[in-house]
């Protein structure tokens, strides 16, 4: 029998490395064509809440970007089907 070590097998580890690899690169790729302003949004909500260790709320974020929670959440979701496209593409 194996005993589990509650430790992270090593490929789990580089799995999960090369998965948060392609996100961002789609997240940046996501971002091309954008305008600076867009960008500009874009990019403090990847900071601050999709890659962050410790995502912010929408109100955070909203508060960050001068919007509302919804103009924040609607930020978010731009950017991420602007990345899913990205990533089904095989673009990535």
């Known amino acids: 029998d194996l005993i589990d070590s ?3 097998r090593q490929d789990d580890v580089a799995i999960r490395s090369q998965i948060r690899v392609k996100v961002e690169k789609a997240l940046k790729a996501a971002t091309k ?3 600076r302003h867009a ?3 874009y990019q403090t909500v990847i900071d ?3 890659l962050a ?3 912010a709320t929408f109100a955070e974020l909203g508060k960050a970007l001068k919007l509302s929670r ?3 959440r609607l930020v978010e ?3 991420l089907t ?3 496209e990205i990533i089904r593409k095989g673009a990535a």
């Open 6 to 8: 509650g430790a992270e």
């Open 33 to 35: 064509g954008a305008s």
């Open 39 to 41: 960008k500009k949004r």
């Open 48 to 50: 601050q809440r999709i």
């Open 53 to 55: 260790e410790e995502p």
């Open 70 to 72: 919804e103009g924040a």
């Open 77 to 79: 979701t731009k950017l």
């Open 82 to 84: 602007r990345a899913a």
